[in-house]
């Protein structure tokens, strides 16, 4: 009778420590979450453009200029910043599929370009995973963290991971569509009838991107040659690809609600990350947030 008057104790006790251990990881996270986004807000800079004018397509490629007739109308305000709601599953296997239920806050700035992804991913047992992934003021973060306080974060080349992380920003862009204009300093050229290369900079770091468009005209896919990726311990530059879907209306533009992130292998293509827009609210140039 003792000993199972002692198990029950113990049990209670490791998970009063256990639900102890859980909300003050939250609390922690969420204070960590508000430093981030301070950071994030400090970094703005006013638009000096109000809305969109189709005159500003003239000379660009013609597969750009049918995307921008397709998603945007002339007059469109100019998104300043927009808050992204999603639910998906990630995989958190690196060579096989463990495929596990994340949900996430975004927090996006057209301009100074840059953005927080606040997620939790729910492992075994109940354990979450928490993740900060981020583009603030020319810098990257990416910091993966068990109960939101046991980090899982690599070490990785600061140049490397701002300039992965700023890949990320440029290439979610068909969210926000008025930052692939080029009054926002997207530079398009010309490849084929159904592609074309976007290149954008933010002080000394830039991406280049491959978009492919489908038959509506709309973004398919997007791609880069080479993107920081962690193999073992090992920072590798490896192709990535993010492919959109699930056109649909929000606030007069056209945005894909559904997406997916791989990695380009040679051994073939790896998907990681599969997510849908839950909700996003956009903050237009006159700073008026309309929710969609």
Same mark, same amino acid.
């Given at each position: 009778m003792f000993w199972i008057v002692w198990a029950g104790l113990a049990l209670g006790a490791i998970v009063a420590i256990a639900i102890g251990l859980t909300a003050y990881g939250a609390m922690h996270w969420a204070k960590k979450t508000r430093a981030l986004l301070s950071r994030l807000e400090k970094s703005r800079i006013p638009l000096t453009t109000a809305h969109y004018n189709d005159h500003e397509l003239a000379g660009l490629p013609m597969p750009v200029m049918r995307y921008f007739r397709s998603v945007l109308k002339n007059g469109q305000p100019i998104i300043a910043a927009a808050t992204v709601e999603h639910v998906g599953t990630f995989n958190t296997s690196p060579t096989g599929d463990q495929w596990k239920p994340f949900t996430s806050v975004?927090?996006?700035?057209?301009?100074?370009?840059?953005?927080?992804? +606040? #997620?939790?991913?729910?492992?075994?047992?109940? /354990?979450?995973?928490y993740v900060h992934d981020a583009y603030v003021a020319g810098e990257g973060t990416l910091n993966p963290a068990i #109960?939101?306080?046991?980090?899982?974060?690599?070490? /990785? +080349?600061?140049?490397?991971?701002a300039q992965g992380e700023f890949v990320r920003f440029f290439a979610e862009t068909a969210w926000y569509p008025t930052a692939l204009l080029p009054s926002r300093g997207v530079h398009w050229e010309a490849v084929d009838d159904h592609s074309a290369k976007a290149t954008l900079a933010d002080g000394t770091i830039s991406a280049t991107l491959l978009v492919r468009f489908n038959t509506a005209g709309?973004?398919?896919?997007?791609? /880069?040659?080479?993107?920081?990726?962690m193999v073992g311990n090992t920072v590798v530059q490896t192709?990535?690809?993010?492919?959109?879907? +699930?056109?649909?209306?929000? +606030?007069?533009?056209?945005?894909?609600?559904?997406?997916? #992130? #791989?990695?380009?292998h040679p051994a073939g293509r790896k998907p990681y990350w599969r997510g849908t827009i839950k909700s996003i609210t956009y903050e237009f140039s006159d700073d008026q947030p309309i929710r969609a």
């Amino acid at each position: 009778m003792f000993w199972i008057v002692w198990a029950g104790l113990a049990l209670g006790a490791i998970v009063a420590i256990a639900i102890g251990l859980t909300a003050y990881g939250a609390m922690h996270w969420a204070k960590k979450t508000r430093a981030l986004l301070s950071r994030l807000e400090k970094s703005r800079i006013p638009l000096t453009t109000a809305h969109y004018n189709d005159h500003e397509l003239a000379g660009l490629p013609m597969p750009v200029m049918r995307y921008f007739r397709s998603v945007l109308k002339n007059g469109q305000p100019i998104i300043a910043a927009a808050t992204v709601e999603h639910v998906g599953t990630f995989n958190t296997s690196p060579t096989g599929d463990q495929w596990k239920p994340f949900t996430s806050v975004q927090r996006v700035l057209t301009q100074r370009p840059g953005f927080l992804w +606040n #997620a939790r991913i729910a492992m075994a047992l109940g /354990v979450d995973v928490y993740v900060h992934d981020a583009y603030v003021a020319g810098e990257g973060t990416l910091n993966p963290a068990i #109960a939101g306080l046991f980090s899982l974060a690599r070490p /990785v +080349n600061a140049r490397d991971l701002a300039q992965g992380e700023f890949v990320r920003f440029f290439a979610e862009t068909a969210w926000y569509p008025t930052a692939l204009l080029p009054s926002r300093g997207v530079h398009w050229e010309a490849v084929d009838d159904h592609s074309a290369k976007a290149t954008l900079a933010d002080g000394t770091i830039s991406a280049t991107l491959l978009v492919r468009f489908n038959t509506a005209g709309l973004i398919d896919s997007v791609s /880069v040659e080479a993107r920081a990726a962690m193999v073992g311990n090992t920072v590798v530059q490896t192709p990535w690809e993010g492919r959109w879907s +699930n056109y649909q209306m929000r +606030n007069g533009m056209l945005v894909p609600l559904t997406g997916e #992130a #791989a990695w380009l292998h040679p051994a073939g293509r790896k998907p990681y990350w599969r997510g849908t827009i839950k909700s996003i609210t956009y903050e237009f140039s006159d700073d008026q947030p309309i929710r969609a």
